[in-house]
């Protein structure tokens, strides 16, 4: 079946523009997450989803960073007046159910953001 | 604050050995713990978890184990294979939390 899908799979773009990043979870997966990497280092959460609700946003770095979700399906993230600093890899999760062992997270291919 | 660490940025080992990957964690509230593996311009791909009820846990040439007094875990992979080369991620995690917290990853290199 399908997995996880992100578009764009590239985005470059000039500070103080604002951009969005598209998820596509696996079909029935209720919970979503956005992770970002920056270069060299760990995955770092940003927000995760429990059907359209965020019950978990503590990660999102700034008020210039907001998540949706519809539908319990596509979530986009938004990053307003993009900084230098914003250049990473987003990436996007899936999983079954809310939490437990055997419900491993499932990762998208991510979105490689560049603020010139 | 870095509630999960991967202290070696790289391993390099030969084909047919075994390769030791570890991983140190500090939150106690942690209730399992994952290993990803992942390729350039790929996401991360699941290979293995562990309760902390466990102290290992098996799947074909990968095992994982747990010493939750050392708050330490290890990914064992045997015999090491080319195309185990990779970026190697521990997480953690609580059945209570949705979210994962990520090591810094290892870069695994296996020599034919």
């Given at each position: 079946?399908a997995g996880v899908?992100?578009s764009?799979?590239?985005?470059?773009t000039?500070k103080?523009?604002?951009?969005?990043?598209?998820?596509?979870p696996?079909s029935g997966?209720?919970a979503?997450?956005w992770?970002r990497?920056r270069?060299?280092?760990?995955?770092e959460?940003l927000i995760?989803?429990q059907g359209n609700?965020?019950?978990?946003?503590?990660?999102?770095?700034?008020?210039?960073f907001?998540?949706e979700?519809?539908?319990?399906s596509v979530?986009?993230l938004?990053?307003?007046r993009t900084?230098?600093?914003?250049?990473a890899v987003y990436?996007?999760a899936s999983?079954?159910s809310?939490g437990?062992?055997?419900?491993?997270q499932?990762?998208?291919?991510?979105?490689r953001?560049?603020?010139? | 604050d870095?509630?999960?660490?991967q202290n070696s940025?790289?391993l390099?080992v030969q084909e047919?050995?075994?390769?030791?990957?570890?991983?140190?964690y500090?939150?106690?509230?942690?209730d399992?713990?994952?290993?990803?593996?992942?390729y350039?311009?790929?996401?991360?791909?699941f290979?293995i978890?562990?309760s902390?009820?466990?102290?290992?846990?098996e799947?074909?040439?990968f095992?994982?184990?747990?010493n939750?007094?050392?708050k330490?875990l290890?990914?064992?992979?045997?015999?090491?294979q080319p195309g185990?080369s990779?970026?190697?991620?521990c997480?953690a995690?609580?059945t209570?939390y949705?979210?994962?917290t990520?090591g810094q990853?290892?870069?695994?290199?296996?020599h034919?």
């Amino acid at each position: 079946g399908a997995g996880v899908s992100q578009s764009p799979s590239n985005k470059v773009t000039e500070k103080g523009k604002d951009v969005e990043l598209r998820c596509d979870p696996i079909s029935g997966h209720t919970a979503l997450y956005w992770y970002r990497q920056r270069l060299g280092q760990g995955l770092e959460f940003l927000i995760y989803f429990q059907g359209n609700s965020a019950p978990d946003k503590s990660g999102l770095p700034s008020d210039r960073f907001s998540a949706e979700r519809t539908g319990e399906s596509v979530s986009t993230l938004t990053i307003q007046r993009t900084q230098q600093e914003d250049s990473a890899v987003y990436l996007c999760a899936s999983r079954l159910s809310r939490g437990g062992l055997g419900n491993e997270q499932f990762f998208g291919p991510g979105t490689r953001l560049t603020v010139l | 604050d870095q509630q999960v660490k991967q202290n070696s940025p790289s391993l390099s080992v030969q084909e047919g050995r075994i390769s030791i990957l570890n991983c140190d964690y500090t939150n106690s509230m942690f209730d399992y713990f994952l290993w990803y593996k992942k390729y350039p311009a790929e996401g991360p791909t699941f290979l293995i978890s562990i309760s902390s009820i466990k102290d290992k846990n098996e799947d074909g040439r990968f095992t994982v184990f747990l010493n939750k007094s050392a708050k330490h875990l290890s990914l064992h992979i045997v015999p090491s294979q080319p195309g185990d080369s990779a970026v190697y991620f521990c997480a953690a995690g609580g059945t209570s939390y949705g979210k994962l917290t990520f090591g810094q990853g290892t870069i695994l290199t296996v020599h034919p």
